[in-house]
């Protein structure tokens, strides 16, 4: 079993940064690769991005490119999501995720992704 647990979330101007962080316990958090989603009111869960295992290998949507930043600290068991230069469309519901068996370096489709931390808000304000 695994537990994730993300924080960070909050209410921020345009413009802003937040960086979000997600903590994980039970199994060998240094094999997974994990991801962040969002979702947000009526619309569909959406992939942010993914990191590798060993954190060597970082993809991101092309919404976010250039603006967040993936990293991981497997000695902390606990991957960052850092978000700068915030839009309003960036509000919604943050989860990040962990595929635990999978041997890709990454993965966009929320199905593939076996464990879900609760999720954390983050707004964005005009």
């Known amino acids: 079993q695994v537990q994730l647990v993300e924080s960070g979330g909050g209410l921020v101007q345009a413009g802003g940064s937040l960086r979000l962080s997600c903590a994980a316990s039970?199994?060998?958090?240094?094999?997974?690769?994990m991801g962040w989603f969002r979702q947000a009111p009526g619309k569909e869960r959406e992939f942010v991005g993914a990191?590798?295992?060993?954190?060597?290998?970082?993809t991101l949507a092309n919404s976010v490119k250039g603006r967040f930043t993936i990293s991981r600290d497997n000695a902390k068991n606990t991957i960052y999501l850092q978000m700068n230069s915030l839009k309003p469309e960036d509000t919604a519901v943050y989860y990040c995720?962990?595929?635990?068996?999978?041997?890709?370096?990454?993965?966009?489709?929320?199905?593939?992704?076996?464990?879900w931390g609760q999720g954390t808000q983050v707004t964005v304000s005009s």
């Open positions: 039970g199994r060998t958090f240094s094999r997974f690769v």
């Open positions: 990191i590798s295992w060993n954190g060597g290998s970082t």
């Open positions: 995720a962990a595929n635990v068996g999978g041997s890709g370096s990454y993965y966009p489709r929320w199905n593939q992704y076996d464990y």
